[in-house]
């Protein structure tokens, strides 16, 4: 029999276990069903066993779209996690204006993806877009297969740098000044307090950063989808995109089931490694 201080504890958990169930654990299993079936959406769904998985790992062109995210990864992740450590190295001095400096820098990510995305179609249109203006001559951003990959990452670095910045200045300021001071007054200067006492102990920050940066730059649909729709020559053509495209495109939703599957299997074992890598180098504490 459970004690009163168990029930109780339970009974604070209901709602969260509640919302974990229905939103998460549920919609997984029915994803899992969902590959072994045959789906148009608006007819009768059919059983037809691993076919689903069959087609989707000899396709060629879900091959593409795993290469393209890597490659944005690739791209987006390193890019917007140093810049924004610089960010936050220089946000962390309280200097007048920093708090409204903080504020904009958040603001392309609070901003809707979508909004995003068309208001840079506009900025890099090939004729009247504001760039090619400046430049003088019309350049073909968005459906140039070399440039479109670059440029898709380059939209979600600035959509998402202040997201990192954010969590990097909440690690920087939450490091004791005592410590600083104590660097500083032994004579080290300001790259090797950086160095030997401001990187070590952001390693759980850089933990945070560098997994959800990865899950949600191989997520990225709505910017995609808004500047280049998956074009040209499939270079931009993100898994999330390609899922998209399978399930209200093609009307084939257990190809789509079978892709999003593989997609989590990736993302979970990309985070699993960097656990391993992090788990003996994390330490809030000075050694």
């Known amino acids: 029999m ?3 201080d168990t029930r109780v504890g339970y009974a604070l958990l209901a709602p969260s276990l509640f919302g974990v169930v229905t939103f998460l654990l549920l919609p997984m299993l ?3 069903w969902l590959t072994l079936h045959r789906w148009d959406l608006l007819g ?3 059983y037809v066993g691993l076919r689903n998985w069959r087609s989707v790992l000899t396709d060629a062109s879900f091959g593409t779209s795993l290469v393209a995210t890597a490659l944005f990864i690739l791209l987006v992740v390193p890019v917007q996690t140093v810049l ?8 962390g001095v309280d200097l007048p204006g920093s708090g409204l400096l903080r504020t904009l820098y958040v603001l392309p990510w609070i901003c809707s993806p979508l909004a995003i995305g068309v208001l840079w179609k506009w900025i890099l249109a090939p004729t009247d877009g504001a760039f090619s203006t400046v ?3 019309p350049v073909e951003w968005l459906t140039d297969p070399s440039l479109a990959l670059p440029i898709v990452s380059a939209v979600t670095v600035w959509t998402n740098v202040g997201y990192v910045t954010l969590f990097f200045l909440a690690g920087i300021l939450a490091i004791p ?3 600083q001071n104590a660097a500083r007054t032994d004579g080290a200067n300001s790259w090797q307090r950086f160095r030997y006492i401001t990187l070590p102990m952001l390693r759980p920050t850089m933990f945070f950063v560098l997994v959800t940066g990865i899950v949600s730059a191989a997520q990225v649909f709505d910017t995609v989808y808004a500047l280049t729709g998956g074009g040209p020559e499939g270079r931009t053509d993100l898994v999330a995109h390609r899922i998209y495209a399978e399930a209200f495109g093609a009307a084939a939703v257990g190809r789509a089931a079978v892709m999003a599957l593989v997609l989590f299997a990736l993302l979970l074992g990309a985070t699993l490694l960097q656990h391993v890598y992090f788990r003996r180098r994390i330490s809030h504490d000075l050694v």
């Open 177 to 179: 000044r005592d410590v």
């Open 44 to 46: 009768p769904i059919e």
């Open 2 to 4: 459970a004690s009163p």
């Open 135 to 137: 430049l003088g001559h």
């Open 84 to 91: 924004g450590l610089f960010a936050a190295s220089l946000l």
């Open 30 to 32: 029915v994803v899992a």
